[in-house]
């Protein structure tokens, strides 16, 4: 099993992404190529020891910026990281790809060398999402901001295969994210979505509203790509401000600061309950591959655990079971 890992995305450069794939190969009997600046990538792992850890370099010259328009990258950057990193895996020399780089970059990558599996419309962004029984799986959350009926409904269909390798359970519930859980709720894209999911054979589980997301309640949650991005940033931003607030709080008296020291452990527990870094990435499904995308904050620990669930994934055959999927008729 080999994973091509994009060395040189992400706002931290390469250090997180060799650092974890060198997590990862010590975790997992795995091989991972990294494609990036050969030079920069060779320095680095000497320092880290990582050269003899089942790491090889795929040289490319070209970065893609964080905040370069992704509509350039197939005209002028095919020799970038993350192209190259994709090259790799239409090509069968590589199994699957991590990049936590320029999503837009990483997304017209694969659409133009992986292609669309045949009969699915648009790709959806996958976010695993932390719940109170445990996790729950969003998409999409920005790969497709208009959508189709059709195109929500294969996305329901597509997160119930990711639903079944990521939380263990044949049959994951799955909810459509509106605005009550009636029926005859929503607009009319969200309303003849609920008809074709009903009539599927998945677990669908009718409506959620957004208080629900975090619930539990449903393990596979369906929107389009511009809710869902709102819905993410919305969270973690929410998240943020909390815990500032909180620790403003605790700062602000001697009593406080006593109290901090009773709730540490569960508070330490349930940052790492929420923390993205323990889910690793998203990835990129309705593409012929396994394509995850990762936070361009991304640690050393969060591109150690996307390149483990890519591996789980490819070896777990998610891309035949969706091929296979859409065309008994779900399309």
């Avoid at 294969?154 to 009636?182: A, N």
């Amino acid at each position: 099993m080999k994973i091509a890992v994009d060395a040189m995305g992400g706002d931290h450069g390469l250090s997180p992404n060799v650092e974890g794939a060198i997590q990862a190969t010590r975790e997992s009997s795995l091989s991972i190529i990294l494609v990036g600046d050969e030079p920069s990538l060779q320095s680095h792992l000497d320092k880290l020891g990582g050269t003899k850890a089942g790491i090889e370099i795929f040289h490319a010259p070209q970065v893609v910026d964080m905040h370069e328009s992704p509509a350039l990258i197939a005209r002028k950057k095919r020799d970038s990281s993350i192209w190259k990193a994709t090259e790799l895996v239409k090509n069968k020399q590589a199994d699957a790809l991590v990049s936590a780089g320029n999503t837009g970059a990483t997304m017209v990558s694969a659409f133009f060398l992986l292609g669309l599996i045949q009969g699915v419309e648009r790709p959806a962004i996958a976010a695993t999402l932390p719940t109170r029984q445990g996790k729950a799986i969003m998409l999409d959350v920005g790969a497709t901001v208009d959508c189709t009926a059709r195109q929500l409904f294969q996305f329901g269909i597509m997160g119930h295969e990711y639903g079944r390798h990521l939380l263990g359970t044949d049959r994951p519930r799955v909810g459509l994210l509106s605005i009550g859980e009636e029926d005859t709720k929503g607009n009319e894209v969200t309303k003849e979505t609920f008809k074709l999911l009903k009539d599927s054979p998945i677990n669908f589980i009718g409506n959620v509203e957004g208080r629900d997301v975090y619930s539990g309640n449903a393990d596979v949650i369906v929107t389009d790509g511009f809710i869902g991005n709102v819905a993410l940033k919305i969270s973690e931003g929410l998240a943020d401000a909390i815990k500032k607030m909180l620790m403003k709080e605790i700062a602000q008296s001697a009593l406080g600061r006593l109290s901090y020291l009773f709730v540490a452990g569960p508070l330490l527990r349930l940052r790492r309950k929420t923390d993205y870094a323990e889910f690793g990435g998203a990835p990129l499904l309705g593409v012929e591959g396994i394509s995850m995308i990762c936070h361009g904050r991304s640690s050393s620990k969060a591109i150690k655990n996307a390149i483990l669930r890519a591996q789980a994934l490819a070896e777990g055959g998610l891309i035949e079971e969706i091929r296979g999927d859409i065309a008994q008729g779900c399309r």
